[in-house]
């Protein structure tokens, strides 16, 4: 049971554009979400979180925005950058929990064109 | 960047084999984790870390056991390594204490043959 979705597994967005990349969670105990960012060859980077508290958190080009109802995230990058293409997993996890884990997405695969 | 290392970057071995891969970190960071990355599937906990000697199970643990003796070390052993182990591991390390940032390793790509 997935409990956290990233259902677009691919997103092409023109430079300069905005990319939005989406993200939906089932379990209502998550408290806190982060976003990371991966190049091939490398590892995961930390890019943005934001707590349930919150229903936005911004951070220079990147936006994350949470619709707690509809359990669900967005990131949105503005403007884009070629840079900015490679895979975006949003995670998951619960202030309760004494393990820090978290619970990835499966991940979308962003495509900025110049 | 947080200082995490994995060793070795790459490797190649037979099914029936046992392989070690091992996570160093710098930051005396309490957690550590260890994932596998496949396509389809995003990032999977196999293993985790809440302390030295203090190791629990992740969602796809069964074929790995792991090991911590220090803070700085966490070991993730392949008893006998099967074609569906080939993946790509990530280690990671998260401080606690309020933070639940994840701070990823470079990667091991491991194939069975």
Redesign the interface.
Known sequence: DQQVK?NSPSLSVQEGRISILNCDYTNSMFD?F?W?KKYP??????LI?ISSIKDKNEDGRFTVFLNKSAKHLSLHIVPSQPGDSAVY?CAA?DYGG?????I????TLLAVQP | DAGITQSPRHKVTETGTPVTLRCHQTENHRYMYWYRQDPGHGLRLIHYSYGVKDTDKGEVSDGYSVSRSKTEDFLLTLESATSSQTSVYFCAISAGQGRYEQYFGPGTRLTVT
Do not use: D, H, I, V
């Not at chain 1, 004494?98 to 978290?102: D, E, F, Y």
């Open positions: 990233q806190y982060l990371y060859a490398e590892g995961p980077t930390f979180s997993f996890t004494a393990t820090n884990k978290l990835f997405g499966t991940g």
